[in-house]
């Protein structure tokens, strides 16, 4: 069991390393809960391979009538959300793996599908079987938003956005963040349980924008395209 305060001191050195993988990401963050309020969301609004749960958390502070539901496979990650963030639900599951889906089958169905810095890692062929999935998962008039880091199609404009002035990042990173909490003795019992599960190894797709969109648009999606881009750093929006 992670105590509250434990939880909130580690998440808040997560967001912050964060902030080197996904650039802008609380101004992102404010433009999914932007569309979300657009669509007039209401009730399950899911997160896909939300780690603890920042955006989940912020999607609960902003939009009241939303029900976050979180879904990672990492249980050290959820144990630290369920630890921090009371207002959102948590469930584990592999994205990506036959039936996945099942595990959403207790609540109703979303109004919403988000997911920030987490679909760049299922390769092409799994990623259009994700966005599939969605699209049955969906009823009409639902949305899917998708928050990443794509590179440009374009590799010229790809160094210049990869440019940009704030992403020369200093402070702590992933492999230190872990690392660290490899040594904390506060969370040894819960670290326990994600050293018994097989998690997805590490990696990028490394698929444009433009990508994402063909495979949502084979999926089924109506209306798909980009409503706000910094650079690399983008958001996605496709209408069921």
Known sequence: MISTDVARELLARWDAQQER???QREERFDVICGVLK???VSGPVVDLGCGPGSLAARIALHIPDAQ????DADPFLLA?????????EFVQAMIGDAGWERCLEPYSAPSAVVSS???HYPSTSVLGAIYRDLARLLPTGAVLINADMF??????LDTAASALPGQDWIGEDWNSWWESVQRDPRVAAALSARARTALPEGGDNGLSAEAHI???QIAGFRAVGEVWRHGRSAVIVAAR
């Open 21 to 23: 993988y996904a650039f």
């Open 38 to 40: 657009a669509f007039d």
């Open 68 to 71: 976050p539901i979180g879904v």
């Open 80 to 88: 630290l959300g369920k630890a921090a963030y009371p207002g959102v």
């Open 117 to 119: 810095t987490a679909l």
């Open 151 to 156: 590179p440009l199609s374009c590799a010229i």
């Open 214 to 216: 063909t495979l949502m």
